[in-house]
């Protein structure tokens, strides 16, 4: 794991708030509605990857889901997120660590990620991303980052821009599109930000 990284992430956790933070929705509804889209089973495991304090978790909840995982590399975030759950956080399962270091236990049938592939911006990270999800997601991949007309940057660190045609061929190999579009996320702070937001299915092994 990457120290400074990890330094970096348990500040911004320890420091802002969600209204402080631009990420923050309190309904994640362009996730939710790709995720329903795949039609899993409420029993599927689904990790998602970057959860920090997002909101999606409780509304997986609600809807039935009862396999979730939230990965986040920030320990204060995870922790701020299972006090906000309160008793229902004994029904996610939680794991600290650096998305480029993680070695899965086990493998998900969704995997869903807004706004972290976009901070790997070496060719080394994104090669160990891709690995992880070829090796490790069995169905459905919801990936979004911010497109080709957001931010350069996010929370102090540069990142890369995609659109859906970028990410496909990134993840070709292994993965189908099966739809994408584009949503402007209005931050706390009243500042908008374009994303790209992409729904894939895994590839049937000719």
């Not at 590399?73 to 995870?78: E, H, R, T």
């Not at 169905?139 to 996010?154: E, I, N, Q, W």
């Amino acid at each position: 794991m990457s120290n400074e990284r990890k330094n970096h992430w348990e500040t911004i956790y320890t420091e802002k708030s969600p209204a402080q933070v631009s990420w923050t929705q309190s309904t994640p509804t362009a996730s939710l509605n790709l995720i329903n889209a795949t039609k899993l089973p409420l029993d599927a495991p689904i990790i998602d990857v970057g959860g920090g304090e997002s909101m999606l978790v409780d509304h997986l909840l609600d809807y039935g889901y009862k396999d979730i995982t939230v990965l986040d590399i920030s320990g204060n975030a995870l922790s701020r997120c299972q006090k906000r759950l309160g008793a229902r956080a004994k029904n996610v399962h939680w794991i600290e660590a650096d998305i480029t270091a993680f070695h899965p236990q086990r493998n998900y049938a969704l995997w869903h990620d807004r706004a972290v592939f976009h901070f790997l911006t070496t060719e080394e990270d994104k090669a160990a991303y891709k690995r992880l999800v070829a090796n490790h997601v069995s169905r459905a991949l919801v990936l979004s980052t911010f497109s080709l007309d957001g931010p350069l940057k996010c929370s102090g660190l540069p990142i890369c821009q995609y659109n859906a045609e970028g990410l496909q061929a990134l993840f070709a190999p292994h993965f189908e599109l099966v739809q994408s579009h584009e949503e402007l996320h209005h931050t706390p702070f009243n500042t908008t930000q374009a994303f790209v937001y992409t729904q894939f299915k895994v590839k049937a092994i000719e």
